[in-house]
């Protein structure tokens, strides 16, 4: 079971934390990660890290502004985005798949309920 945390309305320029909790399997063996869906639109990649927390990888739209980080003894994975921009707004999803994560969305094994980020210009 995936439980994301985090979401809010903030300003453009500002920063979020989302946090997810995970419980139920192994977490550390699992890839984790990110996807997005804003309004009208399908949900896409965010960002991922690798089982060990040696790789992440991250959609074109968020590099350099986003972060991903797990704490494997909190059974938890965090995405820390900065500058956040009017077109960051959706729902989060955090996700996950043994080793890694794939990048799409008809792949992905286990999928967290969404927190919603509202980023105002």
């Known amino acids: 079971q995936l439980q994301a945390s985090g979401g809010g309305l903030v300003q453009a320029g500002g920063s979020l934390r989302l946090s997810c909790a995970a419980s139920g399997r192994t977490f550390s063996v699992y890839g984790m990660g990110w996807f997005r869906q804003a309004p009208g639109k399908e949900r896409e990649f965010v960002a991922r890290?690798?089982?060990?927390?040696?790789?992440?990888y991250y959609a074109d739209p968020v590099k350099g502004r986003f972060t991903i980080y797990r704490e494997n003894a909190k059974n938890t994975v965090y995405l820390q985005m900065s500058s956040l921009k009017p077109e960051d707004t959706a729902v989060y999803y955090c996700?996950?798949?043994?080793?890694?994560?794939?990048?799409?969305?008809?792949?992905?094994?286990?999928w967290g309920q969404g927190t919603l980020v509202t980023v105002s210009s």
């Open positions: 996700a996950a798949n043994r080793r890694l994560l794939p990048t799409s969305r008809a792949d992905v094994a286990y």
């Open positions: 890290i690798d089982w060990n927390g040696v790789s992440e």
